[in-house]
């Protein structure tokens, strides 16, 4: 029997428009088991679509170890209307034309279901002008997010003046089921928020490149070494209130908000983009990227953000910081929507992940102690299992592994999905002696046997078990009654065959 909620099966998405932010929305939904289909009259529609679907499905697998849900089916619709047919969420994302919007959501309101969500993935237009002309306006909304669209978690949500809380409530668990964070404006405003702030620095940047004060490359090398580092982690706010010091805040205002009088920057100003600015700008650019293709470019930035959130995962004491903690948040759902407790035949499947590029060694397969890694994960999941857990633990009663003999049969690479099946050999009312196989599909790839035992953590001795956990121990046991020893069982180091 399964310890975990049944899944309920997400609904179907509609992706109308397949650049690249509308394929990176295909690719998003995609991999978190979505089914999606997806209409443009581009003929590059379907190759565009698969490109970024390969970047994605390449940085995920990189990101967390948890197993990912089974992938959806893509379909590229021939028209319209066959793709919004049945869809929970249509994910509108054309060109930023005014007029092409809106008579694509016109034509998506008339073909998708009555209780279908509409968004816009628009960096610009107010929800409340998108609304204008449809007959049910209360479930259109602005879905704004970032480039690339299946790594970057923030969806910003716009509501406009008719679209309805429970909209922004369904729109907001769904893009969360993604491992997105939904941030709902409190009010609509041209460009949303994001964008205005990179407006802000874009005009900015634009007038030094005019004025000959730097190039973009140096301009680039600016913010990625210092403080574009410090927004990968805080955002401006927190920033500047560690900038204040022990005061905080109101310290940081009272010296430096005088300097917002100085003629410092030229925000209320536009620099002519005319044929020279464009001719150097495009030029220096050219100069700083020479040699790299985009494809080349887009490896690089998945490479670096996955190793960014990744870091991020690992700060305070494991529980991460700022989208490190909502990568371990959504790592935990996956983990635990797709772990089966047990199987028909008894055994015990606790862990299922995915090797990922930083477990890889020098000889190109996962590296010794990730085995030790995944099974003791298993462990601590049988634990749970029967039983102990947090408040168990803090009652001062725990189980410590006193003795482990791991077995290495074949390799693992990057990429490859992996799981740990588990027998309960035997037990008594102080000890636990556990088998875990870690297998590809069904080659073993290895093995770990360990003795466990039951321990008062405050006198700091070994104790008897409650009859609660020794019966769970015991309803193992008996479903495992019938299995054979394992071959590698009771095994030492060095013993041939």
């Not at 990176?24 to 978190?32: E, H, Q």
């Not at 443009?40 to 390449?58: G, Q, V």
């Not at 405050?458 to 956990?469: F, N, S």
């Amino acid at each position: 029997m399964s310890n975990h909620p049944p899944r309920i099966a997400p609904p179907k998405i509609a992706c109308i428009g397949s650049g690249v932010i509308g394929g990176g929305w295909a690719a998003r939904f995609l991999l978190n088991g979505f089914d999606v289909s997806v209409y443009d009259p581009s003929p590059d529609a379907k190759a565009t679509t698969e490109r970024i679907l390969a970047n994605a499905r390449r940085a995920l697998a990189a990101l967390t170890p948890a197993p990912l849900p089974q992938e959806g089916k893509l379909s590229f619709a021939a028209s319209l209307e066959d793709a919004v047919a049945g869809a929970g969420l249509v994910q509108e994302s054309v060109p930023e034309r005014l007029d092409l919007k809106l008579s694509v959501l016109a034509a998506v309101e008339a073909a998708c279901p009555s209780d279908a969500l509409i968004a816009s993935s628009t960096s610009g237009f107010l929800p409340s002008t998108l609304q204008a002309g449809l007959r049910h306006p209360e479930r259109l909304l602005i879905a704004h997010p970032y480039n690339p669209v299946y790594l970057l978690p923030l969806v910003e949500l716009v509501p406009g003046g008719r679209t309805t809380a429970k909209a922004i409530e369904r729109a907001s668990a769904l893009y969360r089921r993604t491992g997105m964070e939904p941030v709902v404006l409190e009010k609509e405003i041209d460009a949303f928020v994001g964008d205005r702030l990179l407006e802000a620095l874009w005009r900015e940047a634009l007038w030094l490149v005019r004025d000959g004060i730097a190039t973009v490359e140096q301009i680039d090398d600016i913010i990625r070494y210092s403080f574009g580092l410090r927004w990968a982690q805080m955002g401006l706010f927190q920033t500047y209130r560690i900038a204040g010091g022990p005061a905080g805040m109101r310290h940081f205002l009272a010296q430096f908000g005088p300097a917002l009088q100085w003629p410092w920057t030229k925000l209320t100003d536009v620099p002519d983009l005319d044929d020279a600015l464009i001719d150097r700008i495009a030029g220096q650019s050219d100069a700083q990227n020479e040699g790299l293709s985009i494809r080349d470019l887009e490896t690089i930035r998945d490479d670096n953000l996955v190793a960014i959130l990744r870091a991020l995962s690992r700060q305070r004491h494991g529980a991460g910081w700022g989208a490190g903690a909502l990568l371990n948040s959504y790592a935990a759902r996956l983990e635990a929507e797709a772990v089966p407790a047990e199987r028909s035949s008894g055994v015990l499947r606790l862990l299922d992940a995915r090797v990922i590029p930083e477990w890889i060694d020098y000889n190109g397969h996962m590296t010794e102690h990730r085995y030790l890694d995944l099974f003791g994960q298993t462990t601590d999941r049988l634990l749970a299992h029967i039983g102990v857990d947090a408040a168990y633990l803090g009652a001062g009663h725990s189980y410590y592994t006193v003795e482990t003999h791991i077995m290495h049969r074949a390799e693992a690479k990057a990429g490859e999905a992996l799981h740990v099946e588990t027998r309960l050999l035997s037990f008594d009312a102080k000890r636990i002696h556990l088998f875990h196989s870690l297998k590809r599909e069904e080659t073993e790839l290895a093995s770990a046997e360990q003795m466990l035992l039951h321990v008062d953590t405050g006198a700091g001795k070994a104790v008897a078990a409650p009859a609660a956990i020794l019966s769970a121990l015991e309803r193992i046991v008996t479903a495992q009654a019938g299995l054979p020893m394992p071959v590698a069982a009771g095994r030492h180091v060095g013993q041939r065959g």
